[in-house]
């Protein structure tokens, strides 16, 4: 780790919530715009960055424009695709990453077998399915070059209940092939009461022993935490930082060792959460021992990289290197790999942590 920069946390680290397609590197946007002849608002790395990443808070919406941007460089385009998984786990590695579940949308990436095709582009013939194949292809060769462990987790995105089928069959097709997990994104306005699409997803995945992750009570209120946890069955929750406005639910959670999966930069950005970091849901958590973890979200978007959320827990959350060391055991201990495969990711944590290892893992 010598080679690194002075961190607020400078050892090996678990990242759970993370989104590929927010995790582009600027410089492959450009590159692939140019191949595909698609006009970008820059043609530098900086101008680019200007119109895509952003430091002040912004409406969900203003935040999703920065997607539209983006995309359509990349989706739709098998070499782009690819790259985009090899050089998220570079990425990773270089931020101190042993271990990292990257989540993204198969449909979002293909421009065949998905309706609408997404970010206005023409019918091509990479489908959600090849999307997976291709990701995991760079997440492969990624793992092998820089000797890190990277799984996914394959997103069902809330306005778009009809590909909810597909992501589940996805999720079973490739289950620990690098998939591992099924996750639920995007307007929380929009319960699975009202769109039971999802919630037939979930059974599924249920069924055939998927894990299930939901993003809830990032913004939304504790009901769609509710939601996600008795109709979904999440076994983590994506932010949930609302879910502390609903004491009895809060504490039936805390009961269930209920995983939280955090991202303080994002939650300020996204106007998740009060803008006094002192007074985030992550104190809470902290101050009740919660099982949560840190997160980066979107990268790219955000401007950021791991160390920006940890330093921020530094700084304003009172988080020692104690708190960091609890923080990635949890995150270990909530990962969705198989049991062997965590213990072995545990086993790594605890001997670079200099801590005995328990028997009770
Ligand atoms: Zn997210």
Same mark, same amino acid.
């Given at each position: 780790m010598n080679t690194m920069e002075s961190t607020a946390f400078n050892q090996p680290k678990v990242e759970l919530h993370v989104h590929l397609d927010g995790s582009i590197k600027p410089e492959t946007i450009l590159h692939f715009a140019k191949k595909k002849q698609i006009k970008l608002p820059a043609d530098t790395v900086e101008g680019l960055l200007e119109h895509v990443s952003y430091n002040t808070p912004l409406s969900l919406t203003e935040c999703l424009r920065r997607f539209e941007i983006y995309m359509p460089a990349i989706a739709g385009d098998r070499e782009a695709i690819k790259r985009i998984a090899y050089e998220f786990v570079a990425m990773k590695a270089k931020e101190g990453v042993i271990y990292v579940e990257v989540r993204y949308s198969p449909h979002y990436l293909?421009?065949? !077998? #998905?309706? $609408? +095709? $997404?970010?206005?582009?023409?019918?091509?013939? +990479?489908?959600p399915d090849e999307v997976v194949d291709l990701v995991n292809q760079g997440l492969r060769k990624g793992e092998k070059e820089f000797n890190i462990k990277a799984r996914s987790i394959l997103c069902c995105m809330r306005h778009m209940p009809s590909w909810s089928p597909e992501v589940v069959e996805l999720c079973k097709k490739y289950h620990n092939d690098t998939v591992v997990a099924i996750d639920l994104a995007g307007d %929380?306005?929009?319960t699975c009461e009202s769109y039971p699409g999802h919630r037939k997803a979930y059974e599924e995945a249920v069924r055939c022993g998927i894990h299930r992750t939901v993003h809830a009570g990032e913004v939304g209120p504790p009901s769609v935490v509710k939601e996600a946890v008795? #109709?979904?069955?999440? %076994?983590? @929750?994506?932010? !949930?930082?609302?879910? @502390? %406005?609903?004491p009895k639910l809060y504490k039936e959670l805390l009961g269930r060792n209920m995983h939280f999966e955090a991202c303080p930069w994002s939650s300020y950005l996204t106007g998740a959460? %009060?803008?006094d970091f002192s007074k985030h849901p992550i104190v809470q958590f902290r101050k009740d021992k919660a099982n949560y973890s840190l997160n980066t979200d979107d990268p790219l978007v955000f401007g950021s990289t791991l160390d920006v959320d940890y330093s921020i827990a530094a700084k304003h959350? !009172?988080?020692?290197e104690e708190d960091f060391t609890q923080v990635n055991i949890n995150a270990a201990k909530s990962s969705f790999l198989p049991e062997k495969e965590k213990r072995e990711l545990l086993c790594k944590l605890y001997d670079a942590y200099g801590m005995i290892l328990s028997t009770g893992l």
């Open positions: 293909a421009n065949s !077998g #998905v309706d $609408p +095709i $997404p970010w206005g582009l023409e019918q091509g013939d +990479i489908t %929380e306005s929009m008795d #109709v979904l069955k999440a %076994e983590r @929750i994506g932010h !949930g930082y609302h879910t @502390i %406005e609903d959460c %009060e803008e959350m !009172g988080f020692r």
